[in-house]
C-alpha cells in the first residue's frame, strides 16, 4: 500500500517541479491582453464528491486512506512553493488533481492563449508519466481510469489552467517552440557546471523540502545521475534490505514513462545525446541504498 503511494507522490513531485518552472515565465508585462476569469464552479458541479457516488472502485479509492495521504504528502511538499493539492473525482472514470495557489496570482495583461502556452509546454514534457499513472491506478485499485485532469486554480478559486491527459494524448507544438532557441552545451558536464542545471537543482530542492529528501544532478562521463538523500528520519535504511529494494523499484519503474521524452529532450534542447540516466539513492550521511541506470535504447 505504502509502495503505491510512494510511487504516485514521486511522480506528482516530478510534475509539479515542471510545471512550477513552466509557470514562471507567465509576466504581467508580457502581453497587453487580460486572462479569462473562469471560475471553478462549472468543473465543481461536474465533480463527483464521496458523499454523491458509492460502490465503485473509483468512490472506494476517493474514500480511502490513500487519497487522504497522497493529498498530505503533496500538500506538504509544496507548501514552501504557495501551493496545495487536493483530489477530486468525476464518475466513472476521471480523476482530477487540482493545485491551488495560496496567494493570488496577478495575471493582468495575460490571455487565456499566454498562460496556456506556458503550462501546456510543462504538461507535454511529464504527460507520458501522467498515463503511466492512468496505467497504475487502473492496476493497482482496479479504477476503469481513462483520464487525469490537472487543474491550476488562483487563490480566488478560478481556473488558471485545465488539461485532461488521457492515454491517447497528444502534446502540443508549444514544447517545440521552446526547443529551437535553447542553448546547446559541448558535453553533459558542462550543462551540469551550468546556471540552469543549478537553478533546477535548486527548484527541485525547493519542492522536497518537507519530504525529507534533498536532490543532486551530476555526470559520470555521459550518464545523468540523480543523487536522492534521504533524510534518517525517514527511516528507509531500516527496512529489510528486499522491501527496501522493492520500494526503490517501485519508485523508478513510475518515472520511466517520462524518461524517454527526458532522453528527448536534452538531445533537442541542448545537442546531448544522453548514454544512460542513473538514479542513485543514499542516507543522509551518504551511504548508497540503491542504484539503477536507465539506458537511452
Do not use: H
Amino acid at each position: 500500500m505504502k509502495k503505491r503511494i510512494l510511487a504516485l507522490a514521486m511522480t506528482l513531485t516530478m510534475m509539479l517541479s515542471i510545471a512550477a518552472c513552466g509557470s514562471k515565465p507567465v509576466d504581467r508585462n508580457d502581453s497587453d491582453n487580460r486572462t479569462d476569469d473562469t471560475k471553478t464552479e462549472e468543473s465543481l458541479e461536474e465533480t463527483t464528491s464521496q458523499d454523491e457516488e458509492e460502490g465503485s472502485a473509483l468512490a472506494d479509492w476517493y474514500n480511502s486512506d490513500d487519497r487522504k495521504t497522497l493529498e498530505d504528502t503533496i500538500s506538504g511538499m509544496f507548501e514552501s512553493q504557495g501551493l496545495t493539492f487536493f483530489v477530486e473525482i468525476e464518475e466513472p472514470d476521471t480523476i482530477i488533481y487540482n493545485y491551488k495557489y495560496t496567494e493570488q496570482l496577478d495575471l493582468e495583461g495575460l490571455t487565456q492563449d499566454d498562460i496556456n502556452a506556458n503550462f501546456d509546454a510543462s504538461m507535454d514534457d511529464v504527460a507520458a508519466t501522467v498515463i503511466s499513472d492512468i496505467g497504475r491506478y487502473q492496476s493497482s485499485y482496479g479504477i476503469p481510469l481513462t483520464t487525469i485532469r490537472v487543474i491550476y486554480l488562483n487563490a480566488d478559486d478560478s481556473v488558471v489552467y485545465s488539461k485532461d491527459i488521457t492515454e491517447d494524448y497528444e502534446s502540443s507544438s508549444a514544447s517545440d517552440e521552446g526547443s529551437s532557441s535553447a542553448a546547446a552545451y559541448d558535453s553533459l558536464q558542462a550543462w551540469v557546471d551550468s546556471e540552469e542545471a543549478a537553478m533546477a537543482i535548486q527548484e527541485s530542492n525547493d519542492v522536497l523540502a518537507s519530504s525529507g529528501m534533498t536532490v543532486n544532478i551530476s555526470a559520470d562521463g555521459n550518464v545523468l545521475v540523480y543523487e536522492y538523500y534521504l533524510s534518517d528520519d525517514l527511516g528507509i535504511s531500516e527496512l529489510p534490505e528486499d522491501q527496501m529494494e522493492a520500494s526503490f523499484e517501485s519508485t523508478v519503474e513510475s518515472q520511466k514513462a517520462s524518461i524517454t521524452s527526458l532522453f528527448e529532450n536534452f538531445e533537442s534542447l541542448y545537442g546531448l545525446k544522453l548514454e544512460a540516466i542513473r538514479y542513485s539513492y543514499f542516507t543522509e550521511g551518504g551511504e548508497e541504498l540503491y542504484s539503477t541506470d536507465i539506458t537511452n535504447e
